[in-house]
Structure formats: C-alpha cells, structure tokens
C-alpha cells in the first residue's frame, strides 16, 4: 500500500513539474513570437527583415547553449556536483570568437548594419552562459527550478526588446535593450540555480565539485545533434522555397507550422526523461518512446479529422481547402519528435556520433528532392515525411542494437529516493 502511495505521489509531482517546464516553453516560444508582430507594427519594411535575421542568426548560434544544456544535464546526472564552469566559459568563448570572425561576412552578405552585428553577437553570449545553469537543473532533476530559470532568461531574451518596440525605440534601441536585460538575467538565473543546491547535495551525500569535469567534446557532440535536428527540420521548408512558386512556397510554409507542432509539443517528455536516460535507465528510455509517440498518433488522428481548421488556424480560412494534407505535415513532425527522443538517448549513453542517421536523412531529404521527386508541393512534402521516417527507424535500430552491447552504468547506480528526498529533487 505504502509503495503504491508513493508511486502515485511520484506520478503526481512529475505531472506538475512537466506542466511547469511545458509552461515555461509556452512563454518562450510566445515571446518570441510577440517580437516579430511587434516589428511589424513599429518598424520599417526593412529594418523588421533586419530584426527577422537577427532572431534567424541567434537561434542558430543559440544551438552552443542548447548543446551546452544537454551535456551538462547528462554530466550531472551521472556525477551529482561535477564541475562545469570551465567547459561553460570555453563554450561561450567559441561561440563568441566565432560569430566576431564572422561579422564582416555577416554584414556584407545579408546587409547588415555593423552595430547590430555587433549586438547580435553580444545577445548570443547570455544564451550560451545560462545554458550551464539549466543544464545543471535538469541534470538534478530540480525540474520546478528548471521552468522558474527557463521563464527567467526567455524574458530576459525578449523583454527588452518588446519594451524597446513598443516605446518606439528603433532598431538599435530595441536590441540593445535587449542585450541589457539578458545580462540582468543570468545573475537571477544564477541564483535559481544555486538556491537549493544543498538540500540536493545532502540529499545525494555528494560534495562540491565532485566528479570529473564535463568535456568540450561531449558539449560540441550533443551541439552537433541540437544543429541536425534544426536543419532537418527546416530543410524542406528552405527546398518548398528554392523549388516551388512564390503562392505554393507560401502555403508549404504554412503546413510547417503543423510540423513545428506535431514536433515540439511533447519535448517536454525529453526534458524530464533525459537525466533518467543518462543513468541508463531503459525502462524510462521505452517510456519516453512511447509517449512521444503516443503523442505524435493523436496529433496525426486530430489532423485527419479536422485537417481544414489546422489549415485555417495555421495561415487562415484561404489556406482550409489544404487541409487533406495536415496529417502528413503533423506525422513528420511526429517522426522527428522520436527522432529526437532517440538521439537524446544516443547522447544519455555517450555515443559518439548520435545525429549521424539523421544528417544522412537531411541530406536524403535534399537530394531526392531536388533530382528525383516531382518539384511539386505533394513531392517535397511526401519526400520530407519520408526523410522523417526513415531518420526515426534508423536510430530506433541504432538505440536497440547500442542498448544490446551497453554495460554498466557510468555513473553512480541510483539509490532508493525517500519522499522528502524527492521534494528536494524536483524542487
């Protein structure tokens, strides 16, 4: 009776901290949303273009920190404590020395002006330096924390620039406005971080620093596989753009939006399954998979039954007559959601190479569309599911076969978690 309470208990608490990290990445995602609608009310034609490709360049770059979060979260999961500053700080010396190479090829081919390069890059670097802190949050599994520090720095990102926006600040104001506040926002994302830190290292019965420090070759291998997962999923948006008209281009586009959907609306399954993954965790791993998956069927089913009105609520009512094509727009987004899944659990088992199924899908994606598919909007996007299932059946048989050869964990075997304990955990 005992043991089933606490599994219920367990349930309970693991709904509210998904509901909170999910919440947390509704904001973020909607802010981020609000700055473009805002530009185009307050900015010049082609001072809003500028403002789209600085979103477009730092989400690019932002793909160092997303990398940065997973290998931390992995690293702490299996060394409670282990020290991460220094791969942090090389990280973000990287990531910044390269976009400053980069700036005059920035500025003269996509017509930038110098000073919002330059804000560009000093924007990327808070993305990159949080990171740690998030990744050690996740790692702990102190997801509460996680979706406070997730809320802080996503309005950190973008409060800023609505304000600046809003109060008719230009451009450069905007941004600058901007790059203030996420500097603000780390130090309070710092704290998030480290208050409770105690409980959970007593909990644990760890100390300070314990542990080897994380490498720069697991940040840059889990940065390779956040960099595939984005270009796959942009990939035949880009090839509907390059090999459709203008008219059909644009109704592809919208259709995306139902891919972009079916593919980020359960990554919160990843979130809090993958400190479980890197304690190898097999149970959790088939768990995650299924959900995932589940997930994707509903979403699949939704648009078959009301393909129109996704159509419609996606680019409206002009674009419903497409709406016979909405399942297979949310099935490859499904597919990729458990692409996604998978690969996290590649880089939970440290594989070395885990995005390499999906770069050669990518690159299937690319070249059977451009040389063998039919240059029409049913060819790109059949050929853009295929790519996605064909990603996600590759690394489902690499996942079981490296399941099959894998030994031992590599970390500390997880020791039984008292209720109290577990507050401390997931707070």
Avoid at 202 to 229: C, D
Wanted: net charge positive; with cysteine; glycine share 12%.
């Amino acid at each position: 009776m005992r043991g089933t309470t606490a599994q219920v208990s367990d349930a309970g608490r693991m709904a509210v901290t998904g509901s909170a990290v999910m919440a947390a990445a509704t904001l973020t995602n909607g802010l981020a949303y609000l700055v473009p609608m805002l530009g185009a009310r307050h900015l010049t034609a082609a001072d809003l273009g500028a403002l789209a490709t600085v979103q477009a360049l730092v989400a690019i770059a932002g793909v160092a920190g997303a990398g940065l979060q997973t290998a931390v979260a992995v690293h702490r999961a299996r060394h409670p404590q282990a020290p991460t500053a220094r791969v942090t700080l090389t990280a973000a010396a990287v990531t910044g020395g390269t976009l400053v190479a980069a700036i005059p090829l920035i500025v003269t081919t996509l017509h930038l002006p110098v000073e919002v390069v330059t804000l560009l890059v000093g924007m990327t670097l808070p993305v990159v330096l949080a990171a740690r802190w998030l990744g050690e949050l996740q790692g702990d599994q102190r997801f509460l924390r996680l979706a406070l520090g997730m809320g802080v720095l996503a309005i950190g990102r973008y409060a800023g620039v609505i304000a600046g926006l809003v109060l008719g600040a230009g451009l450069v104001g905007s941004l600058l406005a901007g790059l203030v506040c996420s500097y603000v926002a780390l130090p309070i994302l710092r704290l998030t971080a480290g208050s409770g830190a105690t409980a959970a290292q007593a909990a644990a019965g760890a100390h300070p620093a314990s542990g080897p420090a994380l490498g720069l070759r697991q940040v840059m291998t889990a940065s390779s596989a956040t960099l595939a997962m984005l270009v796959a999923s942009y990939a035949d948006l880009i090839l509907a753009r390059q090999l459709l008209s203008p008219a059909e281009s644009g109704a592809y586009s919208v259709g995306t939006v139902l891919t972009k959907g079916a593919l980020w609306a359960p990554q919160v399954v990843t979130v809090l399954a993958l400190p479980r993954m890197a304690r190898q965790d097999g149970r959790t791993r088939r768990a995650a998979w299924a959900v995932v998956g589940a997930c994707g069927a509903a979403l699949v089913i939704a648009s078959a039954l009301a393909g129109g009105l996704a159509f419609r609520l996606a680019g409206g009512q002009d674009y419903a007559v497409l709406g016979r094509y909405a399942p297979f727009f949310a099935a490859t987004g499904a597919f990729y959601a458990l692409a996604f899944v998978l690969i996290n659990a590649q880089i939970a088992s440290g594989a070395r190479w885990p995005s390499v199924p999906l770069w050669v899908a990518a690159a299937g994606l690319v070249l059977v569309a451009v040389f063998v598919a039919p240059h029409t909007f049913a060819g790109i996007m059949w050929t853009a599911t295929a790519a996605a299932a064909s990603a996600a059946l590759a690394l489902a048989v690499v996942v079981r076969a490296s399941a099959g050869r894998r030994g031992p964990p590599a970390g500390p075997s997880p020791e039984p978690v008292g209720p109290q304990d577990l507050a401390d955990r997931v707070s």
